[in-house]
């Protein structure tokens, strides 16, 4: 893997090489880290990331759900994405801000400083290159998420993506690009790094933040894009096998973007290809760094 020059570390831009931390550091051990996944857009005006400051705030949440004191402001780590970005330049495509638990105590509840990275890379198409135009296979994993009150689904946090860890891993040993969760409930969850959008009748049906999920920026950036495009979006439970009898199907995520999901557990979902609903709603998004969606929101935010 080509690595890019540059990483913010605990407050200074250095050589990628010299971010290191021990390994003993707690977060290595117990998960105890939490993070932001951020895009980087070419546009007409230069590169834009897209909803640097939600992206952040959501660290800042992260963080509270699992008392790590993040010793920067919002302000400077927005700014160190910045730096980050611009160090790097053309070199990178995703931000990655992150803060753990460090070196300085063994046990569970151990206070050790908090350390704090931003590494930015070239990511591309997460589900591969073709998957935004043809649409990918995948299955309903063998692994649930996480019961209520167990690991709070709704912080961005290291630990949590053993989950999403085993999700994935189990699609592609079975020959499929991606794994989707059911809830503890048996109702749908989410993809393994992804939230789900189910479309019947033309309107966009989405799992709900009860179903043990990562409430996405992206789909909370489709909602209102489609809601103002004057398309109904409805936030429910939904059973498993409305996975199957949907007219069309897609995740999204930061990684993933829109990609459209063409069969599940070996059914082809509706046309087995991108439908219009979804098309519509990649134009409206992807139209945002084209400029042929209108950023009324902020949400592109200058390097
Ligand atoms: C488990 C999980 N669900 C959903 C998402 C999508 O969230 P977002 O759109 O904020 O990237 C991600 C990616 O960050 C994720 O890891």
Redesign the pocket.
Known sequence: MQYPDWIWHNGTIKPWADATTHVMAHALHYGSSVF??IRCYDTADGPAIFRLTD?NR?LYQSAKIHEIDIPYTLDEINAACREVIAANGSTTDYLRPVAFRGLGGFGLSAETPVDVAVATWKMGKYLGDEALENGIDACVSSWQRFAPNTIP?GA?AGG??LS?TLVAREARRLGFREGIALASTGLLS??????LFLVFDGALHTTPVSAA?????????IITLAREAGLTVVERDLPREYLYLCDELFM?????EITPIRSVDGRQVGAGKAGPVTRRIQALFFGLFDGSTADTHGWLERV
Do not use: P
Request: one cysteine or more; hydrophobic letters at 25%.
């Open positions: 932001e996944g992206h959501r689904a961005k949590n993506y999403g989410e993809g393994a790094g992804e939230n999920l990562l409430n996405g920026i992206t789909r909370n950036s999204c995520g930061t990684a993933a």
